[in-house]
Structure formats: structure tokens, C-alpha cells
């Protein structure tokens, strides 16, 4: 059963004040009321850890599956098409999808451990988590850099072979007679 943000907020609260309170208690039993205050915090503390783990999972996997989607339709309807895709950009594309998979496969992994398991593994799958979110940047930065460098390639051999024509054009027209 999850508990609202405000539930667990309150909580919090009522724990750490009895952790306070526990230090107000003679011995024994104010360490006890502070180590069972101390072991509810870290327990909620870790819960919510997990749910936010869960929820960034479940987000990159969604985000992950739309663009793995877009990009096959893309890469599938292009074959057929008139106008079909460049080498380069298809290759960049396949570069994408792959890296897109592999996080996908790994956040469908972390996201389907069992609640005793993801409660131990929570440091670990904060940095899979991180990791997936930052192999996404690279690979989209990487896109965008190649993307780039392939433009501007295709733009200056665009505009050398303009100046070409313009020159073999200049040079084919009669000169003026007056």
C-alpha cells in the first residue's frame, strides 16, 4: 500500500520528534525508542528511494519505447519509399536504436525486481538509472554532433558544385558586343 506524500511527510516528522523525544528518556528505554524511531526513518526513507526509482524507470522505458517505435516505423516505411534515407543518416539511426535498446533492456530489468530485492539494490539501481539517462544524452549528443558535421558536409559540396555551374555558365555566355 503506498501512502500519500503528505502521509509520509507527517510521518517523517512524528519519527524524527520521537527520535528527539528518545534522547529526553532515561536508559534503556530511550535508546530503544531512538534505534526503533532511527529504523522507521531509514525505512520510509529507502521506500520512497525505491518508489522514484521505479517511477524514473518506468518513465525512461516509456520515453525509450516511443523513440524505439519512431525510429523503426521510420527506418521500415523508408525502405520502400521513393526518396530513401542516406547511408550515413541510416547508419547514425541503427547507432541510435541499438543504444536505445540497450537502455530499454536494462530499465526493464531494474524496473521487474522484486520488492525485497529493489529495497537492497536501491543505491545500485539509482546509478543503473543514471547511467541509462546519461548513455541517452551521449547517444542523442553524438546524434546531433554527427548530424552536424554530415549537414554541413553535404552543404559545402551543394555550394561548390553552385559555383561551379555559375562559373561553367559565366564562362559559356557570349561576352557583351558593343
Given at each position: 500500500?503506498?501512502?500519500?506524500?503528505?502521509?509520509?511527510?507527517?510521518?517523517?516528522?512524528?519519527?524524527k520528534a520521537l527520535q528527539s523525544?528518545?534522547?529526553?528518556?532515561?536508559?534503556?528505554?530511550?535508546?530503544?525508542?531512538?534505534?526503533?524511531?532511527?529504523?522507521?526513518?531509514?525505512?520510509?526513507?529507502?521506500?520512497?528511494?525505491?518508489?522514484?526509482?521505479?517511477?524514473?524507470?518506468?518513465?525512461?522505458?516509456?520515453?525509450?519505447?516511443?523513440?524505439?517505435?519512431?525510429?523503426?516505423?521510420?527506418?521500415?516505411?523508408?525502405?520502400?519509399?521513393?526518396?530513401?534515407?542516406?547511408?550515413?543518416?541510416?547508419?547514425?539511426?541503427?547507432?541510435?536504436?541499438?543504444?536505445?535498446?540497450?537502455?530499454?533492456?536494462?530499465?526493464?530489468?531494474?524496473?521487474?525486481y522484486s520488492r525485497p530485492k529493489?529495497?537492497?539494490?536501491?543505491?545500485?539501481?539509482?546509478?543503473?538509472?543514471?547511467?541509462?539517462?546519461?548513455?541517452?544524452?551521449?547517444?542523442?549528443?553524438?546524434y546531433m554532433f554527427q548530424f552536424?558535421?554530415?549537414?554541413?558536409?553535404?552543404?559545402?559540396?551543394?555550394?561548390?558544385?553552385?559555383?561551379?555551374?555559375?562559373?561553367?555558365?559565366?564562362?559559356?555566355?557570349?561576352?557583351?558586343?558593343?
Amino acid at each position: 500500500m503506498r501512502l500519500s506524500a503528505d502521509t509520509t511527510s507527517n510521518l517523517l516528522k512524528g519519527l524524527k520528534a520521537l527520535q528527539s523525544a528518545g534522547e529526553a528518556i532515561p536508559a534503556p528505554a530511550g535508546g530503544i525508542v531512538k534505534c526503533v524511531a532511527g529504523v522507521g526513518i531509514t525505512l520510509i526513507e529507502t521506500a520512497e528511494r525505491v518508489r522514484a526509482n521505479k517511477e524514473e524507470c518506468s518513465d525512461i522505458a516509456r520515453r525509450a519505447a516511443e523513440q524505439i517505435l519512431v525510429l523503426k516505423s521510420w527506418l521500415d516505411h523508408e525502405e520502400g519509399s521513393d526518396e530513401p534515407l542516406s547511408d550515413d543518416l541510416r547508419d547514425r539511426l541503427e547507432r541510435y536504436l541499438e543504444v536505445l535498446t540497450g537502455v530499454l533492456t536494462t530499465v526493464d530489468r531494474l524496473g521487474n525486481y522484486s520488492r525485497p530485492k529493489r529495497i537492497f539494490k536501491t543505491a545500485s539501481i539509482q546509478d543503473e538509472t543514471r547511467d541509462c539517462l546519461n548513455r541517452l544524452n551521449e547517444a542523442y549528443q553524438m546524434y546531433m554532433f554527427q548530424f552536424s558535421l554530415a549537414a554541413d558536409t553535404k552543404l559545402t559540396s551543394i555550394l561548390n558544385r553552385m559555383q561551379v555551374m555559375s562559373l561553367s555558365a559565366n564562362a559559356t555566355l557570349p561576352a557583351n558586343q558593343d
